[in-house]
């Protein structure tokens, strides 16, 4: 098409500067962007615009017909980006970074909107003609960019490119290599979503709904709340100033500057002391009413917990842990902790376990409240392992960053494992190191034995692909893999290097290889070698793990080969280490008792030589490798006898560990024969260590699991829990004991639940008991058999008793308690009060959204029929959930794997992949939905493959009476 141009100018049209000119419609044409400057531009009178999500500012017309003297030029509408504007990518352009921002906010929670107004300093580091940054959900309403002097340039119609939520706001003419400061005027909506700037709610006792307005910014949430440059590398100092009412009370990372009146409406005015350089993802604010309890660290650091007034008693415990860790950390890293302050919130809406925004760490009630009367040992326990995990952070994370999110694993493995080892040292008689093999690498390792699975660093590159990285391979295998490096560098040549890349990278960003670097450095100062970089780069560049084969041959000699774990039939993608690892192999003999013992395997197959009479050997001793291991015919039928006869010779980790290899290797080799994990289970009937019993347990669940979903089994299934699990309910007793130590209580309610699922019928009387007496009479149940109670009354009740739990969960304030009342509400075999609590996970009156997906996730894992109307209860409300789930990372990728991986008829797997063939953007979740089909697979042909063998020795060894 061809247009005219002309210097009149007189309707409402695009700027000239809006309009890619090209000759004769040829994109690639050289186009002098001046060339309207000296004609038409002054002619034409500019107007503020007021933009929202996914509109184009200025560009209200396809084609304009435009009239200059006689010259046609063809003219093509795009929203005007000079050339310098770089947005393809989707990552901001790199020519400019933030250096300080001013960001005032005037948040008003009755209309639940908020004003705001950030100043960003600015250095441009290349010359450019176009400002780049991230901004979503914003009304923005002036813009003015200046020079140092405060001269106003001019800038020209912004507009916003939704698909990788960027503001885009060309100029004049170019900035050159200074500094400047955009000041951005905006509005918005204090969200209802959980990320952002949200609006969070809770009821006190006397029936007053309250609301409280918190954050959320990781990962890339910041630029909902404000526009700025919301990628970790692009670190910045922040002066955070917010307008409130008396009622309230405002918080932010740094310690309170000034309060002042604001207006003649009462309101005051909080500013907030200058913080010290971060990423956007850990800028915290928020305005509540609660109130707090403090402390103050041998170091001066002031240690404050807020919470709802009504529960200001259940923050003594949390108040406790904080202080003792945060003196950890500082002796055990060797700097000090850089704020004034640290402030842990409990927020009774949140997504997540908690957020370690630097200075004001947000947590959800359940990972931070603990009441000494109804608090049970598991969330006790809870509470210390995700401040261990939160406060380490402050070191991993906040102080050295992540480049880019390919590297979170630096930020979630490290804090990950100093969770365990920390929590270890201040709370030991709670067994943080079991728990570490049982809630880290076990859970680790079933995750990183899909085919869709991923490298522990990945590539990132938008918001969906970055929220899927928030996963148990980032958080546990990351954590597994660094304690692999600690146990290989000794604790003073590792806690050494990372004190060296942590004072190195201070208040910056590093990848990998700089801690690698670091460590490397100080190995040579120790007179270490060692290849750090070769070492780790062989776990975290691949994905998957090994499977260690040892033979044991003649004259004491030991074959050690490795392969990759993988299911039968699966396509292995490629890698570019060819998955081959540097693995550290400890190993353990009859005649090397000891657990050091130890060479690496970096070739694909190496030999060594044990002591004479050597007639065993037990590779990964203390569970230290992230891989399996396993043995020829002979050695493990040895190991097998020691668990019947003297199971004791082995650690209790080692025992966990040779049921969990047991279980899993079974599943891929076919020399392994499925039923020698069920005969080595058969020892636990003897397992005093509670740890390892559950764990195992769970292991086991990888063939029993599959079983039980066939109904000609479910005799031998009770009859071969009941004869392991019988005698650990006898020694244990039903009923709690004074002298129970901690982790008794812990595990009685879920020993208890097992075996009453399984129908032991004193274990069943035993809750009904119970339930019947805090009925009649009001008495609590014990804190510790809660969750068994009710889920055990709740899975054969009537609607009627169904309600009056639901009832009791409605009222109870206490989130840890509600969270045992969800789960027992999800436990009824009743699939017409399923369906009915399938709905109230979209009503924000019955269940909480922060709880909806955890609702969910308890009823598809019920029973079959309870997936089955999970499913189609997804399917039919796919939209509802997708919108309010779909793109964050908020565990809904989970849900869905857990639902499908479930299937394992061909019309189920063939409806899933129907369903989401439909789907053009599955967002964050693509990933579970791949894991969950390739899971639904598997367990369709292992039933084919497995299911007469393993069954038929279930028949064999447990008839039915």
Not at 72 to 85: A, E, G, K, L, N
Not at 193 to 198: E, M, R
Not at 758 to 783: C, F, M, N, R, W
Request: proline share 3%; charged share 25%.
């Amino acid at each position: 098409q061809h247009y005219y141009i002309t210097n009149n100018l007189s309707w409402d049209m695009p700027r000239p500067e809006e309009l890619r000119l090209t000759e004769y419609g040829s994109e690639d044409s050289d186009y002098d962007e001046d060339i309207f400057n000296n004609s038409i531009i002054h002619s034409y009178e500019k107007k503020k615009s007021r933009c929202t999500r996914g509109k184009i500012c200025g560009v209200t017309m396809l084609g304009v017909t435009l009239l200059l003297t006689s010259i046609v030029v063809t003219v093509t509408v795009y929203p005007y980006f000079p050339r310098s504007c770089d947005t393809a990518t989707g990552l901001l352009p790199g020519d400019i970074i933030p250096v300080h921002y001013d960001l005032w906010l005037y948040p008003d929670l009755t209309t639940l909107t908020f004003q705001g107004k950030v100043e960003i300093q600015i250095k441009v580091l290349k010359r450019t003609k176009c400002i780049v940054l991230n901004s979503l959900d914003q009304n923005i309403t002036d813009i003015k960019l200046k020079q140092k002097d405060g001269t106003l340039l001019m800038t020209e119609d912004f507009s916003f490119v939704s698909e990788h939520e960027f503001l885009v706001i060309p100029l004049r003419a170019k900035l050159e290599e200074e500094e400047y400061t955009l000041v951005i005027e905006y509005e918005a909506e204090v969200r209802h979503a959980l990320k952002g700037f949200y609006r969070s709610y809770y009821t006190t006792s006397s029936g007053e709904k309250r609301v409280a307005a918190v954050t959320q910014f990781e990962a890339s949430y910041a630029r909902h709340a404000f526009p700025c440059f919301d990628e970790p590398q692009y670190k910045a100092t922040f002066t955070i100033s917010i307008v409130r009412d008396t009622e309230h009370t405002a918080l932010s990372n740094m310690p309170k500057n000034a309060t002042v009146a604001y207006g003649e409406d009462g309101l005051l005015l909080d500013t907030f002391e200058k913080s010290v350089k971060m990423s956007t993802y850990l800028v915290a604010f928020m305005v509540m009413d609660f109130t707090s309890r403090s402390t103050t660290t041998s170091s001066n650091v002031l240690i404050r917990i807020w919470s709802r007034s009504e529960t200001e008693h259940q923050t003594e415990y949390a108040l406790e842990c904080a202080k003792k860790l945060l003196e950890y950390y500082e002796g055990l890293f060797g700097i000090p902790f850089p704020l004034p302050k640290q402030d842990l919130v409990a927020v009774p809406d949140f997504n997540s376990g908690a957020m370690e925004n630097w200075g004001l760490i947000t947590y959800r009630e359940t990972s931070i409240l603990y009441d000494k009367k109804e608090t049970s040992n598991s969330f006790k326990r809870r509470v210390v392992s995700v401040i261990a995990h939160e406060l380490a952070h402050q070191w991993f994370g906040n102080l050295v960053t992540m480049k880019w999110w390919n590297d979170l694993w630096l930020n979630e493995g490290f804090a990950s494992y100093m969770e365990y080892v920390a929590s270890d040292v201040v709370k030991p008689e709670m067994g943080m190191q079991m728990y570490l093999q049982k809630n880290g690498m076990q859970r680790a390792l079933s995750a990183d034995s899909f085919s869709n699975s991923h490298p522990i660093s990945s590539e990132a590159n938008n918001p969906a692909s970055i929220a899927e990285m928030f996963d148990a391979i980032s958080y546990r295998k990351g954590a597994c893999i660094i304690r692999m490096l600690n146990e290989v560098l000794g604790d003073k040549l590792f806690y050494e290097g990372i004190n060296s890349y942590l004072t190195t990278y201070e208040y910056s960003n590093a990848e990998q290889g700089q801690l690698y670097t670091a460590i490397n450095e100080t190995a040579k100062h120790m007179d270490q070698a060692i290849d750090i970089g070769e070492f780790m780069g062989s776990w975290t560049l691949q994905m998957g793990y090994p499977i260690v084969h040892v033979k044991l041959t003649g004259e004491n000699k030991v074959q050690i080969s490795q392969t990759k774990y993988k299911f039968p039939g699966e396509v292995e993608t490629e890698s570019p280490l060819g998955y081959k690892w540097h693995i550290p192999f400890w190993y353990q003999t009859n005649e090397e008792t000891g657990s050091n013992n130890f060479l690496w395997v970096s070739e694909d197959s190496v030999e060594f030589e044990t002591k004479e009479n050597t007639k065993w050997i037990l590779g990964n001793s203390l569970a230290r490798g992230f891989y399996r291991v396993n043995y020829d015919a002979e050695n493990w039928g040895k190991i097998i006898d020691l668990l019947h006869n003297s199971h004791t010779v082995f650690h209790e980790v080692d025992r966990m560990k040779i049921i969990d290899d047991l279980t899993s290797i079974s599943q891929v080799v076919d020399d392994v024969d499925i039923t020698l994990a069920l005969e080595a289970s058969l020892y636990l009937r003897n397992e005093l260590s509670l740890y390892t019993l559950t764990g195992s347990l769970t292991s086991l669940s990888r063939i029993i699991g599959k079983l039980a979903v066939l109904e000609e089994y479910g005799d031998e299934i009770n009859s071969f829990f009941l004869h392991i699990m019988e005698p650990v309910v006898k020694r244990i007793g039903l009923e709690p004991k004074e002298d129970d130590d901690f982790q008794t209580g812990l595990f009685r309610g879920e020993i208890l639940t097992e075996v009453a699922q399984h129908g032991y019928q004193p274990a069943v009387d035993y809750a009904h008991k119970l339930y019947q007496e805090h009925i009649s009479t009001g008495q609590q149940v014990e804190a510790n058999l809660y969750a068994f109670v009710y889920a055990t009354v709740a899975m054969n009740c009537t609607e009627k008793e169904w309600e009056a739990i639901f009832q009791e969960y409605t009222k109870e304030s206490l989130q840890s308690k509600q969270r045992y009342l969800m789960k027992a509400l999800a436990s009824t075999f009743n699939v017409d009060i399923v369906k009915k609590l399938l709905k109230y996970t979209m009503d924000e009156k019955m269940i909480r959204r922060q709880d909806a997906r955890i609702v969910l996730m308890h009823i598809s894992m019920g029973s079959y029929p309870a997936n089955y109307a999970t499913w189609d209860f997804l399917r039919e409300n796919w939209a509802f959930f997708y919108e309010e789930f779909g793109h964050t990372n908020s565990g809904f990728d989970l849900l869905i794997e857990s639902v499908i991986g479930q299937f394992y008829k061909k019309e189920d797997i063939d409806e899933v992949n129907k369903f989401f063939d439909n789907k053009d953007d599955l967002g964050s979740i693509e990933r579970g939905v791949k894991k969950g089909l390739e899971a639904a697979s598997h367990r369709r042909e292992w039933l084919k493959k497995h299911k007469e063998h393993a069954g038929g020795w279930l028949k064999v060894n447990f008839p039915r009476d």
